[in-house]
């Protein structure tokens, strides 16, 4: 939970810097963490400490008032000390990024009303003081597909009351709020829908406490130090909790700004395919192997992926600071995440086989490392999906309306 940060925060030109200065104290407890599969909790007093929780906050908020281009960086570092750490940073990050990053004035054209702009910035100026936000989108049987979700909200006289469970929740327990996707039950048709209309899905800010319960679910491959446990919800929650203060913008903001919920995984990815070199190389040498051909050339081909993944992530994090919604941008969004989840699983096993069966071990970084790798195709939206959305964009179709089956 939220304590006090450091009186003086970074601002976003330092802060790749303190990302830097943190990561190898992240990695020398990432063995730890990955065994227990406990939250990483003395590393969240690093980041904490060094004003990295208020990073997407405004400075005028006390936070570092970073761009996604800069988020991108920071991430990229804090993964090649720890991906678990870096991964829950990352759902934080989407939290605080989507909030700082709206300007007002789109906002306001999509109807938030002005008690928003207030609610908004008590969030951002909670996590510029230390405060821990996560995601609880997902579900079983529904994974991050919006339109299927089965979590529900109803109006109250004074707010929503909202029941269901989430699954995959990254740092659950230990977050201040939730970032709560649900489903509007206040409706003729029994699938949330007005008049024949999609699904009205909603986001809220649920703070931790009462009515928000925390199963112990989370035994994982990889990325087992995010305590991504499954979160029960039956709580009640004020106005002020429905996210911009409108609803039913869930499934529109995904298919218009796709950033935070699709590339800020991807540099995570990056950074954790470089630790990937990183730990190979150093094991390479220390066994002398890195004198054989085919040792040199597996690392080759790894350093070349790794430099054009950090490319792709690195345009695609201009545009979206740049010109976030163009359509070309959205294309650069999902470019990202495909290129960074396929490379450093890729990456990954390369540097495993390189290494030799020493390095697949219990406690041997890149047994770990691999683990953790894998699981980046996987995130939503898996490779397959990002793959078939660029594909639909190739063939001149519009990805998010020209398929059968919803993409989100």
Request: charged fraction near 20%.
């Amino acid at each position: 939970m939220a304590t006090a940060a450091r009186d003086r925060p970074v601002d976003a030109a330092a802060a790749h810097a303190v990302a830097a200065d943190l990561a190898p104290r992240l990695a020398e407890r990432a063995a730890g963490y990955d065994v227990t599969g406990e939250f990483p909790a003395a590393d969240f007093d690093d980041l904490r400490a060094a004003g990295l929780l208020g990073l997407m906050a405004p400075v005028h908020l006390g936070g570092c008032g970073a761009s996604f281009a800069d988020y991108a960086v920071v991430a990229a570092e804090l993964a090649g000390g720890a991906g678990a750490t870096a991964l829950i940073f990352n759902m934080h990050a989407s939290v605080t990024g989507a909030l700082a990053n709206t300007p007002d004035e789109v906002a306001r054209q999509l109807g938030a009303p002005e008690s928003f702009f207030a609610a908004r910035d008590r969030v951002l100026a909670a996590a510029a003081g230390g405060a821990l936000y996560a995601v609880a989108m997902s579900e079983r049987g529904a994974g991050s597909r919006l339109s299927k979700l089965t979590t529900s909200y109803r109006h109250t006289g004074d707010g929503f009351h909202i029941t269901g469970s989430k699954a995959f929740v990254s740092a659950a327990g230990h977050a201040d709020a939730y970032l709560v996707a649900a489903r509007c039950a206040d409706a003729t048709s029994a699938d949330g829908a007005k008049d024949g209309a999609e699904p009205r899905v909603s986001y809220f800010l649920v703070p931790g406490g009462d009515g928000v319960t925390v199963e112990p679910t989370w035994d994982a491959m990889g990325m087992r130090a995010t305590a991504s446990h499954d979160v029960h919800l039956d709580v009640h929650v004020g106005r002020d909790a429905l996210l911009g203060g409108i609803e039913g913008l869930t499934v529109l903001l995904a298919q218009v700004m796709p950033q935070w919920l699709v590339a800020s995984y991807a540099a995570v990815y990056v950074g954790v395919a470089r630790s990937a070199i990183r730990h190979a190389a150093a094991h390479l040498r220390e066994r002398g192997l890195h004198e054989l051909p085919a040792v040199r050339a597996r690392m080759g081909r790894a350093d070349a992926a790794v430099a054009a993944a950090d490319l792709v992530v690195a345009e695609a994090a201009r545009r979206v600071t740049q010109a976030p919604g163009m359509p070309e941008t959205n294309r650069w969004v999902w470019r990202a995440k495909l290129v960074a989840g396929d490379t450093a699983a890729a990456v990954a096993s390369s540097m495993l086989e390189a290494a030799g069966t020493s390095a697949t071990r219990r406690g041997h970084p890149l047994e770990r490392i691999y683990r953790d790798a894998r699981c980046g195709a996987l995130q939503p939206a898996t490779s397959d999906v990002c793959a078939d959305w660029l594909g639909v964009a190739a063939l001149g179709g519009d990805p998010d309306r020209d398929t059968p089956v919803p993409r989100w």
